[in-house]
Protein backbone atom coordinates (compact mmCIF):
# COMPACT_ATOMS: atom_id res chain seq x y z
CA UNK A 1 0.00 0.00 0.00
CA UNK A 2 1.14 3.20 -0.55
CA UNK A 3 2.45 5.04 2.38
CA UNK A 4 3.92 8.51 3.82
CA UNK A 5 6.73 8.07 6.51
CA UNK A 6 7.39 11.32 8.50
CA UNK A 7 10.84 10.81 10.89
CA UNK A 8 10.30 12.01 14.07
CA UNK A 9 6.94 12.34 15.78
CA UNK A 10 8.35 15.60 17.50
CA UNK A 11 11.12 17.70 16.16
CA UNK A 12 12.55 20.89 18.69
CA UNK A 13 14.68 23.27 17.20
CA UNK A 14 15.47 26.57 18.92
CA UNK A 15 14.62 29.90 17.00
CA UNK A 16 16.92 31.21 14.27
CA UNK A 17 18.38 27.62 14.05
CA UNK A 18 17.21 25.31 10.68
CA UNK A 19 13.87 23.60 10.22
CA UNK A 20 14.41 20.33 8.92
CA UNK A 21 11.04 18.61 8.80
CA UNK A 22 11.40 14.77 6.83
CA UNK A 23 9.36 12.67 4.67
CA UNK A 24 9.55 9.91 2.76
CA UNK A 25 6.75 7.92 0.24
CA UNK A 26 6.39 4.62 -1.01
CA UNK A 27 5.86 4.63 -4.43
CA UNK A 28 7.76 4.29 -7.85
CA UNK A 29 5.69 6.54 -9.64
CA UNK A 30 6.45 10.18 -8.66
CA UNK A 31 3.18 11.66 -7.08
CA UNK A 32 2.02 14.88 -6.21
CA UNK A 33 3.49 16.18 -2.91
CA UNK A 34 2.08 18.25 -1.00
CA UNK A 35 3.44 19.91 2.91
CA UNK A 36 0.27 21.29 5.16
CA UNK A 37 0.52 23.39 8.50
CA UNK A 38 -1.79 23.13 11.54
CA UNK A 39 -2.14 25.32 14.12
CA UNK A 40 -3.82 24.55 17.20
CA UNK A 41 -7.28 24.17 16.78
CA UNK A 42 -7.19 25.33 13.19
CA UNK A 43 -7.81 23.36 9.95
CA UNK A 44 -4.99 22.37 7.56
CA UNK A 45 -3.01 25.58 5.66
CA UNK A 46 -1.00 24.24 2.45
CA UNK A 47 1.96 24.83 2.86
CA UNK A 48 3.62 24.21 -0.74
CA UNK A 49 3.37 21.63 -3.31
CA UNK A 50 5.34 19.06 -5.69
CA UNK A 51 3.38 18.71 -9.16
CA UNK A 52 6.81 18.21 -11.45
CA UNK A 53 7.73 21.73 -12.41
CA UNK A 54 10.53 22.39 -10.59
CA UNK A 55 12.24 19.94 -7.73
CA UNK A 56 12.94 22.41 -5.42
CA UNK A 57 9.85 23.91 -4.06
CA UNK A 58 9.38 27.69 -2.72
CA UNK A 59 6.35 27.87 -0.53
CA UNK A 60 4.73 30.36 2.20
CA UNK A 61 6.33 31.73 5.55
CA UNK A 62 10.03 30.89 3.72
CA UNK A 63 9.69 27.19 3.67
CA UNK A 64 10.87 25.24 0.90
CA UNK A 65 11.50 21.52 0.15
CA UNK A 66 13.27 19.52 -2.53
CA UNK A 67 11.96 16.45 -4.29
CA UNK A 68 14.34 13.99 -4.85
CA UNK A 69 13.01 10.89 -6.65
CA UNK A 70 16.25 8.47 -6.20
CA UNK A 71 15.42 9.14 -2.29
CA UNK A 72 12.06 9.20 -2.81
CA UNK A 73 12.00 11.97 -0.05
CA UNK A 74 10.70 15.48 0.30
CA UNK A 75 12.13 17.07 3.04
CA UNK A 76 10.54 20.65 4.49
CA UNK A 77 13.36 22.92 5.38
CA UNK A 78 13.51 27.00 7.02
CA UNK A 79 16.75 28.05 7.38
CA UNK A 80 15.55 30.37 10.13
CA UNK A 81 12.69 29.00 12.44
CA UNK A 82 10.63 31.61 14.48
CA UNK A 83 8.38 31.21 17.31
CA UNK A 84 5.42 31.86 14.76
CA UNK A 85 6.55 28.24 13.16
CA UNK A 86 5.64 25.88 16.19
CA UNK A 87 2.87 23.99 15.06
CA UNK A 88 2.18 20.52 13.36
CA UNK A 89 3.36 19.65 9.98
CA UNK A 90 1.94 16.76 7.38
CA UNK A 91 3.35 15.66 4.28
CA UNK A 92 1.03 13.97 1.63
CA UNK A 93 0.90 12.22 -1.14
CA UNK A 94 -1.78 12.16 -3.98
CA UNK A 95 -1.16 9.65 -6.77
CA UNK A 96 -3.51 11.65 -9.60
CA UNK A 97 -4.53 14.89 -9.83
CA UNK A 98 -7.06 16.07 -7.55
CA UNK A 99 -6.77 12.49 -5.85
CA UNK A 100 -7.31 11.78 -2.22
CA UNK A 101 -4.37 12.38 0.15
CA UNK A 102 -2.18 10.23 1.75
CA UNK A 103 -1.26 11.81 4.85
CA UNK A 104 1.73 10.93 6.97
CA UNK A 105 1.59 10.79 10.85
CA UNK A 106 2.52 14.33 11.31
CA UNK A 107 5.82 16.21 12.91
CA UNK A 108 5.24 18.54 15.66
CA UNK A 109 7.76 21.17 15.77
CA UNK A 110 8.36 23.17 18.79
CA UNK A 111 10.20 26.26 18.98
CA UNK A 112 12.41 27.62 21.71
CA UNK A 113 13.18 30.85 22.75
CA UNK B 1 -9.32 32.13 5.78
CA UNK B 2 -9.31 28.83 2.86
CA UNK B 3 -12.94 29.52 2.20
CA UNK B 4 -13.92 25.89 2.82
CA UNK B 5 -17.19 26.74 5.59
CA UNK B 6 -17.55 23.64 8.19
CA UNK B 7 -20.59 23.96 10.61
CA UNK B 8 -20.90 22.71 13.54
CA UNK B 9 -17.18 23.58 14.81
CA UNK B 10 -18.38 21.53 17.85
CA UNK B 11 -20.52 18.65 18.85
CA UNK B 12 -20.96 16.71 21.69
CA UNK B 13 -23.59 13.55 21.32
CA UNK B 14 -24.31 10.30 23.30
CA UNK B 15 -23.46 6.96 22.15
CA UNK B 16 -25.81 5.37 19.58
CA UNK B 17 -27.04 8.44 18.28
CA UNK B 18 -27.21 10.23 14.68
CA UNK B 19 -25.14 13.55 13.40
CA UNK B 20 -24.87 15.61 10.68
CA UNK B 21 -21.78 17.56 9.65
CA UNK B 22 -22.06 20.49 6.65
CA UNK B 23 -19.01 21.67 4.56
CA UNK B 24 -19.82 24.11 2.06
CA UNK B 25 -16.65 23.87 -0.56
CA UNK B 26 -14.84 27.24 -2.14
CA UNK B 27 -16.31 29.08 -4.37
CA UNK B 28 -16.35 26.83 -7.50
CA UNK B 29 -14.59 23.94 -6.46
CA UNK B 30 -16.77 20.81 -7.67
CA UNK B 31 -14.95 18.49 -5.47
CA UNK B 32 -15.60 17.58 -1.99
CA UNK B 33 -13.64 15.19 0.14
CA UNK B 34 -14.49 14.42 3.96
CA UNK B 35 -11.20 13.27 6.15
CA UNK B 36 -11.17 12.15 9.71
CA UNK B 37 -8.27 12.90 12.23
CA UNK B 38 -8.01 11.08 15.44
CA UNK B 39 -5.15 10.83 17.84
CA UNK B 40 -4.72 6.61 17.20
CA UNK B 41 -4.86 6.32 13.37
CA UNK B 42 -3.81 10.07 12.43
CA UNK B 43 -5.13 11.88 8.98
CA UNK B 44 -7.89 9.12 7.06
CA UNK B 45 -9.00 9.67 4.39
CA UNK B 46 -13.08 9.26 3.98
CA UNK B 47 -14.79 10.11 0.90
CA UNK B 48 -14.97 12.35 -2.06
CA UNK B 49 -17.57 13.35 -4.48
CA UNK B 50 -17.64 15.26 -7.49
CA UNK B 51 -20.33 17.42 -8.88
CA UNK B 52 -22.48 15.21 -7.11
CA UNK B 53 -21.30 12.42 -7.69
CA UNK B 54 -18.98 9.64 -5.41
CA UNK B 55 -15.68 9.33 -6.65
CA UNK B 56 -13.48 7.64 -4.30
CA UNK B 57 -14.34 5.95 -0.84
CA UNK B 58 -11.80 5.62 2.02
CA UNK B 59 -11.60 4.01 5.41
CA UNK B 60 -15.17 5.07 5.77
CA UNK B 61 -17.53 3.33 8.06
CA UNK B 62 -20.76 1.87 6.57
CA UNK B 63 -22.12 3.48 9.45
CA UNK B 64 -21.21 6.64 7.81
CA UNK B 65 -22.34 8.17 4.98
CA UNK B 66 -22.30 11.04 2.64
CA UNK B 67 -24.01 13.24 -0.22
CA UNK B 68 -22.76 16.52 -2.09
CA UNK B 69 -25.82 18.61 -3.02
CA UNK B 70 -26.69 20.19 -6.40
CA UNK B 71 -25.53 23.57 -4.61
CA UNK B 72 -22.24 21.77 -4.18
CA UNK B 73 -22.30 21.68 -0.40
CA UNK B 74 -21.61 17.91 1.56
CA UNK B 75 -23.06 16.84 3.91
CA UNK B 76 -21.27 13.59 6.37
CA UNK B 77 -23.94 11.86 8.25
CA UNK B 78 -22.53 9.78 11.24
CA UNK B 79 -25.06 7.23 12.58
CA UNK B 80 -24.98 4.28 15.78
CA UNK B 81 -21.93 6.67 16.92
CA UNK B 82 -19.68 5.29 19.18
CA UNK B 83 -16.94 6.51 21.47
CA UNK B 84 -14.49 5.52 19.07
CA UNK B 85 -15.82 8.03 16.28
CA UNK B 86 -14.70 10.73 18.56
CA UNK B 87 -12.29 12.50 15.90
CA UNK B 88 -11.82 15.50 14.23
CA UNK B 89 -13.79 15.46 10.39
CA UNK B 90 -12.32 18.01 7.86
CA UNK B 91 -13.92 18.50 4.40
CA UNK B 92 -11.93 19.86 1.96
CA UNK B 93 -12.38 20.99 -1.68
CA UNK B 94 -10.52 21.63 -4.93
CA UNK B 95 -11.29 22.60 -8.49
CA UNK B 96 -10.75 19.33 -10.32
CA UNK B 97 -10.01 19.28 -13.99
CA UNK B 98 -8.37 23.24 -14.24
CA UNK B 99 -4.74 21.50 -13.54
CA UNK B 100 -4.76 22.73 -9.75
CA UNK B 101 -3.87 19.91 -7.46
CA UNK B 102 -3.96 21.08 -3.63
CA UNK B 103 -7.13 21.26 -1.65
CA UNK B 104 -7.75 23.59 0.96
CA UNK B 105 -9.45 22.47 3.81
CA UNK B 106 -11.89 23.68 5.98
CA UNK B 107 -11.59 24.37 9.67
CA UNK B 108 -12.94 21.36 10.48
CA UNK B 109 -16.05 19.76 12.97
CA UNK B 110 -14.49 17.88 16.22
CA UNK B 111 -16.98 15.55 17.18
CA UNK B 112 -17.16 14.48 20.93
CA UNK B 113 -18.89 10.97 21.26
CA UNK B 114 -19.96 10.63 25.72
Known amino acids: AQSVTQLGSHVSVSEGALVLLRCNYS??????LFWYVQYPNQGLQLLLKYTSAATLVKGINGFEAEFKKSETSFHLTKPSAHMSDAAEYFCAVSYNQGGKLIFGQGTELSVKP | DSGVTQTPKHLITATGQRVTLRCSPRSGDLSVYWYQQSLDQGLQFLIH???????AKGNILERFSAQQFPDLHSELNLSSLELGDSALYFC?????????????FGQGTRLTVV
Open chain 2, 49 to 55: YYNGEER
Open chain 2, 92 to 104: ASSVLGRGETEAF
Open chain 1, 27 to 32: SSVPPY
